[in-house]
């Protein structure tokens, strides 16, 4: 596993960019399936394991999907023509995992009586 950005559309599915070139993506397009640890906050948060199925799109395929990712996690732009184009300009891929399970939350971490003021 790597550490990512990621969003959650509005579809449920996950929302992750890289770029094309990279270990995660190759993998990604040949087994088509990930697993994904979403954790909260803070680092002792409570957390997530999500397994799911994946497609991978390169810009400019994939550019509302960018536009969703970026406003699952920024908001909105103030300008979204140039931040497609940058998309493209980088050669980015948009990740989308289709959730297909997920574990029970984990509150893990640190024992309590560790917090204890």
């Known amino acids: ?19 094309p070139s ?6 990604l397009r040949r087994t088509t399936t990930a697993s994904v640890l979403v954790m909260g906050e803070e680092f002792n948060d409570a957390w997530v394991q999500v397994d799911g199925t994946v497609a991978v799109l390169d810009a400019p395929e994939g550019l509302e ?24 300009d980088q050669g980015k891929s948009v990740i989308i995992i289709t959730p297909t399970r997920w574990s029970p939350i984990s509150s893990g971490g640190f024992p309590p009586e560790l917090f204890e003021d």
């Open 1 to 19: 596993m790597s550490l990512v950005t990621g969003g959650i559309a509005d579809d449920g599915c996950l929302l992750i960019t890289s770029y």
């Open 22 to 27: 990279r270990a995660k993506v190759r993998n």
């Open 65 to 88: 999907h960018f536009v969703e990712y970026f406003r699952c996690i920024s908001g909105e732009h103030d300008d979204w023509a140039g931040y497609r184009q940058a998309m493209v």
